[in-house]
């Protein structure tokens, strides 16, 4: 359904994003996954249409959208710093989007995202009365509502500890299968990776390093990158993940 072909990216001379092909299915949570600067979120505004790419094609539903306006698009993002409106309500924010795009939903579909988000006891309050769980379910209210045809997160979970960042997970893949929306998320994090997603892109350095379901990244690692990167840190840290997927232990 959404299909990336030898996308390329330089900034000046730095090579940034090196011939990227990645296939992605109707309904599937893919996480892009890698160290810091390794070339995740200029992917994610490539898919956006926010940034240009310097070479390459993006196909949507067989179409080539690659000189399409990020508007027409009709993908959306949840930025990594929720990038809400401090001055205006959560419901300000939430409905901000919709100011020139009537029709766009329904008030029941409004409620539904709402609720769906346990947001209707903070509605009226300023951003700055919220805390980071509720900024980040706000933040995912107000691109939900824009009926995104893909939708796009940035590290949602990063700046997220404990019960909150467990509950948002949840909400997430929740969305994704209750809306059958295709949903891409960037993240540094293996054990975020492997326990939301369908499939995992693996990115170092600008180029693909794996791609595959969680269960194939633990059991077949195709490099010794995957192999430190994913393996050890899991291992190491937290072995029930690495339980979750290896045949070692099935
Ligand atoms: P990630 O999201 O994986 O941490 P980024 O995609 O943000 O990585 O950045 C990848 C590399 O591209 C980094 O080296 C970063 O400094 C560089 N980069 C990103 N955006 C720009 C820009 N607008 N101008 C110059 N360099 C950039
Ligand atoms: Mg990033």
Do not use: W
């Amino acid at each position: 359904m959404l299909r990336l072909q030898n996308i390329s990216k330089q900034y000046e001379d730095k090579v940034v994003l090196e011939n990227i092909n990645l296939d992605i299915q109707a309904g599937e949570i893919v996480s892009l996954l890698g160290p810091s600067g390794s070339g995740k979120s200029t992917l994610l505004h490539i898919i956006l249409g926010l940034t240009t790419m310097d070479s390459g094609k993006i196909l949507f539903a067989n179409k080539d959208l690659s000189d399409v306006s990020m508007k027409d698009r009709g993908f959306n993002i949840v930025f990594q710093d929720y990038a809400l409106f401090p001055n205006l309500t959560a419901y300000e924010n939430i409905v901000y989007g919709l100011r020139n795009r009537k029709g766009l939903v329904t008030k029941e579909e409004l409620q539904e995202y709402i609720e769906f988000l346990g947001l209707e006891p903070h509605l009226t309050k300023k951003i700055g009365e919220l805390s980071g769980g509720q900024k980040q379910r706000v933040s995912i209210a107000r691109t939900l509502v824009m009926k995104p045809k893909i939708l796009l997160l940035d590290e949602p979970l990063s700046a997220l500890d404990g019960v909150i960042k467990e509950s948002i997970k949840q909400r997430i893949q929740s969305i994704a299968k209750e809306f059958n929306l295709t949903t891409i998320i960037v993240t540094h994090d293996p054990e975020e990776a492997l326990t939301m997603s369908d499939k995992i892109l693996i990115i170092n350095e600008g180029t693909i390093a794996q791609y595959g379901t969680p269960q194939q990244i633990i059991n077949q690692p195709s490099n010794e990158f995957v192999e430190s990167f994913i393996l050890k840190q899991l291992h190491i840290k937290r072995q029930n993940i690495y339980d979750l997927f290896s045949e070692k232990y099935a």
